[in-house]
């Protein structure tokens, strides 16, 4: 999630930067999707169920000018705990 450049005064479509928060993040968590499903973390013990993620772009989400995406995956973790 970034801060959008809200400060433009000359206003017309695509005058901010939204486009490039949007690639950005979504490239950031598809790096982490990755990393999760097929990288180290995934050597360490952990799985992302049925390989598939979604995501969702979101614009204007909190009192500053935010946007970014969401991701939700399902995630399998090691459980090595034992009862005594």
Do not use: H, Q
Not at 18 to 37: G, K, P
């Amino acid at each position: 999630m970034c801060i959008r450049d809200s400060d433009v005064t000359d206003i017309y479509k695509g005058n901010d930067n939204e486009d490039d928060v949007l690639n950005t993040t979504l490239s950031i968590l598809n790096r982490i999707f990755e990393r999760v499903r097929r990288g180290d973390i995934n050597d360490a013990g952990y799985e992302v169920l049925d390989d598939t993620a979604s995501c969702e772009p979101f614009v204007d989400r909190f009192t500053d000018a935010v946007a970014g995406w969401t991701m939700t995956f399902d995630v399998l973790a090691p459980n090595e705990m034992t009862i005594c």
